[in-house]
């Protein structure tokens, strides 16, 4: 009779992981985790500054389109600009009386500084503790016939007045006159949730027929 021996069993491996192996996965794990997270983040911070500059050219456009509606009327002989271009006064055409033109009352747009920055100016400084220095808002003034206002509306807030680049004052509103071609800039400029400074500068320019 031949011996019988027991040379070995072949089976699966039951020890399981080793302790290296489990701290490999884990790292592996952890490093897919954060780098989500990191993406999420980034996502995040790009749609808030996305955001809040679709917001800033929303309103320019809007300012923009309302001044432009309205000087599309303007009487070229009543059109003024001040000194510092920032403001515009003008009347516009409601019509004719034998073959007269009959003038509106005097209408203005203009940049004025925001509440807490209007006693101060353009002194480089943040006035009402916004964390913004020196912020404009545009206006629109209507005058009865003795030259008193008797309609003021805002029609936008955060308009730029400090480069925080140069340290200098700029003008968020201007508007420019050669010949009947007028032309209107707007900057706007504000921070986001983080308290990143955002920039949005629109312009156009309408020809004066009237």
């Known amino acids: ?14 020890r399981g992981f080793s302790l290296l192996e489990v701290m490999i996965v884990s790292l592996i794990f952890s490093v897919i985790i954060l780098a989500a997270f990191g993406m999420m983040a980034v996502g995040i911070d790009i749609e808030d500054s996305t955001v809040t ?5 929303d309103r320019s456009r809007m300012v923009l389109e309302r001044i432009v509606g309205e000087l599309q009327g303007a009487i070229m002989d009543t059109v003024i600009i001040n000194a510092t271009n920032d403001m515009i006064i003008f009347q516009v055409n ?13 209408r203005m747009f203009g940049l004025e500084y925001d509440t807490g ?8 400084l943040d006035n009402n503790g916004n964390d913004m220095i020196d912020e404009g808002l545009v206006v629109r003034v209507v005058e009865d016939e003795f030259g008193a206002p008797v309609d003021t509306t805002t029609l ?4 730029r007045g400090y480069d925080y ?12 006159l050669s010949g009947r071609n007028l032309t209107i800039r707007l900057e706007m ?10 920039q949005s500068i629109s312009q156009t320019s309408i020809r004066i027929r009237n």
Do not use: P
């Not at 500059?53 to 050219?57: C, F, K, L, P, Y």
């Not at 920055?117 to 480089?124: A, L, Q, S, V």
């Not at 400029?189 to 955002?198: E, F, N, P, T, V």
């Open 165 to 176: 680049r140069t340290r200098q004052t700029v003008q968020g509103l201007f508007f420019g």
């Open 117 to 124: 920055e209007d006693m101060f100016g353009n002194d480089g």
């Open 94 to 106: 409601e019509g004719y009386v034998g073959g007269e033109v009959q003038a509106s009352t005097v």
């Open 1 to 14: 009779m031949f011996d019988r021996k027991i040379i070995g069993t072949i089976g699966k491996d039951k």
């Open 156 to 159: 936008a807030h955060w308009i």
């Open 53 to 57: 500059i679709g917001d800033m050219e």
């Open 189 to 198: 400029q504000r921070r986001d949730a983080k308290g990143r400074l955002l």
